[in-house]
């Protein structure tokens, strides 16, 4: 009997794929961080930022076009905030959805408003504010590290290639302000932060089964990591991404030269996923040989998708069985570079990265 071979998963990278999506292999454009999708049933978006703030706290900020778990709506725009405080407690709020008059986004560069919300910038410098009952938050974010991608940003699926996911990292380190106001308290911080933009047609969870995704800055190094498993029917093909940048330029992102390995692996107790303690992505370039190594720490979100479901949506999904996740980690990194096998250079600082898991534990 003969077997159906997978579909076909794969980073758009030819001169072809980068012609059809308008985009150009060397350059980004500021309306590549504006709206791409135009809010219809079956399209998502998003866009994100996080930081680590001076004063031991991380705080992350969304803008959503809908809820990326259920795409199957028109536009429903909301943002949320979740900070992580030195003293070990967090605030996770969320604005209402806003749509029809309450919601505009520019194509032309990211300029994203919902209700009384803004999230704007040029692709350097960016001012984000959010507010909501338990906490406003005034941000601005300067690139250190031009915007950058891999190879198109498109993660192309089948065989026309009609399905896709795309990100772009607008910012892949700047520097933060911000201005937070927690009741009657105000918090002024300043510190390191990062800002991607996300969009598809596609449920993620019909194309994608897991994966990481982290960056953070060890000494003059700026990293992302990301390493990608697609859902069975394209053969739980992975996609491996990888930047480095050394005082604000980068110097290695080719995605075929890194291999990335997870050890120590246990099953997280709440959400049954297999967690790796340790995540290693090595980097070969002719004689330079790069190890980045992720250490965790701390797990400080854990998210069961099966808990934003409610009615009979929810039901069904446990019948299914449906046991999405996502994680959230601190811990740290080390960037480490040998010339000719020799050890040359060593940094390391702390970072923040994450798994998202949204079919069922596949673990090779």
């Known amino acids: 009997r003969m077997t159906k071979s997978p579909a076909p998963a794969r980073l758009g990278s030819s001169p072809e794929q980068y012609r059809k999506l308008g985009i150009s292999p060397d350059r980004i454009e500021p309306f590549e961080d504006g709206m791409r999708t135009d809010g219809r049933k079956g399209d998502f978006e998003w866009w994100y930022f996080d930081a680590h703030l001076d004063d031991g706290s991380k705080l992350v900020i969304t803008f959503y076009t809908k809820d990326c778990n259920q795409t199957d709506t028109s536009l429903a725009p909301y943002a949320d905030i979740v900070l992580d405080r030195p003293d070990g407690t967090t605030i ?6 806003f749509d029809g008059d309450g919601f505009s986004a520019s194509t032309e560069q990211c300029d994203v408003k919902i209700g009384p919300n803004r999230f704007a910038g040029d692709l350097h410098t960016y001012t984000i504010h959010i507010e909501t009952d338990e906490i406003t938050a005034d941000v601005t974010l300067t690139g250190v590290v031009p915007a950058w991608r891999p ?16 990100w772009l990292p607008s910012v892949p380190q700047g520097h933060v302000d911000a201005t937070l106001h927690i009741g009657d308290e105000v918090v002024k911080a300043s510190g390191v932060g990062y800002h991607d933009h996300n969009w598809g047609n596609v449920s993620m969870m019909d194309v994608i089964n897991n994966w990481y995704w982290g960056r953070g800055q060890a000494g003059p190094y700026t990293v992302i990591a990301c390493y990608l498993t697609a859902e069975a029917r394209y053969g739980f093909t992975e996609l491996p991404i990888y930047m480095l940048a050394k005082n604000g330029t980068i110097i290695a992102d080719d995605n075929t030269k890194v291999q ?38 701390r797990t400080i979100l854990r998210d069961k998708f099966i808990d934003d479901i409610s009615g009979v949506k929810h039901f069904l999904a446990m019948l299914m069985g449906f046991d999405g996740a996502y994680l959230r980690f601190t811990g740290e990194l080390s960037i480490e570079r040998y010339e000719d096998g020799v050890s040359v250079e060593r940094a390391a600082g702390e970072a923040i990265w994450e798994l998202m898991y949204f079919g069922k534990n596949h673990e090779a």
């Open 260 to 297: 990335f390995t997870p050890a120590e692996s246990s099953h997280d107790p709440e959400t049954g996923k297999p967690v790796a303690d340790l995540l290693t992505y090595s980097y070969t370039d002719g004689d330079t040989h790069d190890v980045i190594t992720w250490r965790r720490h």
């Open 92 to 97: 996770n709020a969320k604005t209402s959805v």
């Open 151 to 166: 190879r198109t940003g498109h993660f192309l699926f089948e065989e026309d290639e009609h399905l896709y996911f795309a």
